[in-house]
């Protein structure tokens, strides 16, 4: 609205206040601002087997070759690890080349068995996103695995999309230890700000989402809501463990401290 506001005045006027606006912001609440990062699977939802199932028919759509992935443990990994280590298993030439049309293929699928009656948001998260998303210093985002179209079928499906209007994703980067620096650059690129990484905080279910938060300095905390137990996400080095996010007063306060 204030934006709308100053883009109606003269382009001189304009170009100050707009400065001093951004000025005003990145010593104001940006500053003190934390930047939440979610995991999808697991972590906000069960897709009920369709991203496997999806991945598996893509497979074989393109290699002729059914249940690819069945020996192949896919938590905390990218879309396009799992398919390269999918395409390395089978004995498959790999080529940056089939990636395109592979998930083409997946998404296609993916829309359509992501309408099944064993899919669901994990206990408490929606309490916790409407409690998080109502805190002006806390900003929202994904930090997932998925291809960014996978990532968006999911979400929607579970009315969830309208939580994040940010996030890195499978497809910025196969090695999802890259996935938190992608994340504070477009964090910049939105808000004209450079949060500090230990103003981050990942969020997810694996040891893979810990590891990926931890060179940074980022807060990690772990839920064991997916196949990964208490204990071992404790003795993978979780800052904070929790059983589920059901208990939306203990979850925030570790955001907000
Ligand atoms: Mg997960």
Do not use: W
């Amino acid at each position: 609205m204030r934006y709308a506001f100053f883009r109606a005045l003269r382009p001189a006027v304009h170009t100050t206040i707009r400065l001093r606006l951004t000025c005003g912001l990145s010593n104001g609440y940006l500053k003190n601002m934390k930047f939440i990062l979610f995991d999808i699977d697991c972590t906000l939802i069960d897709s009920g087997g369709a991203g496997t199932k999806s991945l598996d028919l893509a497979f074989e759509e393109m290699f002729s070759i059914s249940d690819a992935f069945k020996n192949i443990n896919m938590a905390g990994k990218t879309d396009l690890g799992i398919i390269r280590e999918g395409i390395n298993l089978h004995g498959i030439e790999y080529s940056d080349e089939v990636i395109p049309g592979f998930c083409e293929t997946y998404i296609k699928h993916l829309r359509h068995y992501i309408n099944n009656d064993r899919g669901h948001i994990k206990a408490g998260v929606m309490e916790a996103l409407e409690t998080l998303r109502q805190d002006e210093g806390l900003t929202l985002g994904l930090l997932t695995g998925n291809i960014a179209e996978g990532a968006g079928i999911k979400l929607e499906h579970f009315g969830l999309n309208s939580y994040f209007k940010i996030g890195a994703f499978g497809d910025d980067d196969e090695n999802r230890n890259n996935l938190l620096p992608i994340a504070v650059d477009k964090f910049h690129k939105q808000h004209s700000h450079r949060i500090s990484y230990s103003d981050c905080v990942v969020i997810g279910d694996t040891p893979m989402d810990i590891r990926c938060s931890k060179p940074y300095g980022a807060l990690s905390i772990a839920v064991a809501t997916g196949p990964y137990s208490f204990d071992a996400l404790s003795d993978a080095g979780a800052d904070v463990v929790l059983g589920t996010l059901e208990d939306t007063k203990r979850f925030v306060s570790f955001l907000i401290r």
